[in-house]
């Protein structure tokens, strides 16, 4: 009998923002445009999930929605379920999920047990049946105390230690090690592989816009684009206060505001845009790779997804990374400078409008990510499909036999004493 075709599944909680969502979907489409026999199902809690176009091999499942209130906090969509009742409902969907769909391959996007603790029966049942399972981590997590103490408070790191067989860190040792300093095993950083970061394409891997025309812009312009939008009001008032305070930047500017941020914001920025000739904005571009390989250069807050386009279409870049409620961005961004890949504006100078003016002005002049030559720095897709044939080659014949423990099987596992994790 001939063998089934490959299935991967792909978790992804993305709670907030676009970032967790759009980095496992170009992975989906990377895995499918490599291999086409591919069959890839992502669960996904975004909202705008539907937004985005997939390949035919590639389909999604969009479990119920939460609002995030914190670093680590949240609350239904619905109003009328309890965090806990929500909390179960996604857990048994994804169980579900798993034993009906019965993967090759479970990459779970950075959450060790997913939000909540909600990935781990799936994760203890996937383990019985030899599926392979991978936590698939950005090249930087937070600074390794808090990502650390937040391990220990979600008791991720027997999950880490037991469950997984590989961990993919979307990145490069010489931008970060997002385990140096966490106090994971050696055994752990031997299930490590830096795979380089993911590159994007030149053609629009999202919703096709209604009019192509709009990304041929006759005049230069730069690129001003907040992720998903919900921490990027600081950047968006920065940009507009340097093009309102009358200083000849030479060079239009696009905002894109994201489909997150506060709906007020968004009015206030629009009211100011009209007045301003060489400023044009919008609310959410689920396309914006033309907008990135139109433009002569990039300001940003520095998240992942941004700075792998960056990295892609080789745009000199300004990054104004957040500070909370994770220093995720200003250490990428801080060594992405030092490397010479991309310059950084520190947000503490942001009351002085002429100082984002004259770093928009001179991205034109700025040296483009690609005159760094790092080495291996796009890789990250090569290195996923590769590893992925390794894995559908080697078959589940012996990895079956390879069960968990049983100790942590249907229970969750907590550190020996003396264990180390801190």
């Known amino acids: 009998m001939q063998a ?10 993305d709670t ?12 989906a489409q990377a895995l499918v445009a490599h291999r086409p026999e591919t069959s890839v199902l992502i669960i996904a809690g975004s909202p705008v999930v539907g937004s985005f176009s997939f390949p035919p091999q590639v389909d999604f499942i969009r479990v119920p929605g939460v609002v995030k209130l914190g670093a680590d906090s949240y609350a ?15 857990s048994a969907i994804i169980k579900k999920t798993a034993e009906i769909f019965d ?6 996007d950075k959450e060790p047990l997913g939000m909540r603790g909600e990935v781990e029966a799936s994760l203890h049942y996937l383990k019985t049946t030899g599926t392979r399972l991978v936590l698939g981590l950005r090249d930087i997590m937070d600074e390794p105390s808090r990502l650390a103490e937040e391990w220990r408070r979600k008791e991720a790191f027997p ?26 095993s050696q055994a752990v950083r ?36 907040t992720g998903g939008g919900g921490d990027g009001a600081m950047l968006v008032d920065w940009v507009l206060r340097a093009y309102e305070s009358g200083a000849e930047i030479g060079v239009r500017a696009k905002i894109v505001m994201g489909p997150f941020m506060d709906s007020g914001n968004q009015a206030d920025f629009q009211r100011r845009v009209a007045r301003l000739p060489d400023v044009d904005a919008i609310t959410f571009a689920a396309s914006i790779e033309p907008m990135f390989e139109h433009s002569v250069g990039v300001v940003a807050m520095g998240g992942y997804n941004t700075f792998c386009e960056i990295l892609s279409f080789d745009k000199p870049a300004v990054i104004v990374p957040r500070q909370q409620p994770r220093l995720e961005q200003e250490i990428r961004a801080r060594q992405a400078e030092v490397l010479g890949l991309t310059r950084m504006l520190d947000p503490d100078t942001s009351a002085d409008a002429a100082v984002m003016a004259a770093a928009i002005g001179a991205l034109r002049t700025q040296a483009r990510p690609r005159s760094a030559a790092v080495e291996g720095i796009l890789g990250g897709l090569e290195v996923i499909c590769r590893l992925t044939d390794e894995t559908i080659a080697a078959g589940r014949h012996g990895r079956t036999a390879r ?20």
């Not at 299930?191 to 990304?215: C, H, I, M, N, W």
């Open 16 to 27: 907030f923002g676009l970032g967790h969502l759009r980095r496992c979907r170009v992975i």
């Open 76 to 90: 239904p969509s619905n109003p009328g379920l309890s965090i806990e009742d929500l909390t179960e409902i996604r």
């Open 103 to 108: 993967p090759d391959v479970f990459l779970v």
């Open 4 to 13: 089934r075709p490959p299935r991967v599944l792909i978790y992804s909680h």
């Open 190 to 225: 031997d299930k490590a592989v830096f795979t380089g970061y993911l590159q994007r394409a030149d053609d629009p891997s999202g919703a096709l816009p209604a009019d192509e025309s709009e990304f041929e812009e006759p005049r230069p312009f730069v690129l001003v684009t």
């Open 403 to 422: 069960s968990v423990d049983r100790r942590w099987v249907g229970q969750r596992a907590r550190p020996a004493s003396g264990a180390g994790h801190g």
């Open 159 to 184: 999950a880490i230690e037991h469950l997984y067989d590989d961990i993919w860190v979307y990145g490069l040792p010489e931008i970060c090690d997002p385990l140096e300093g966490v106090g994971v």
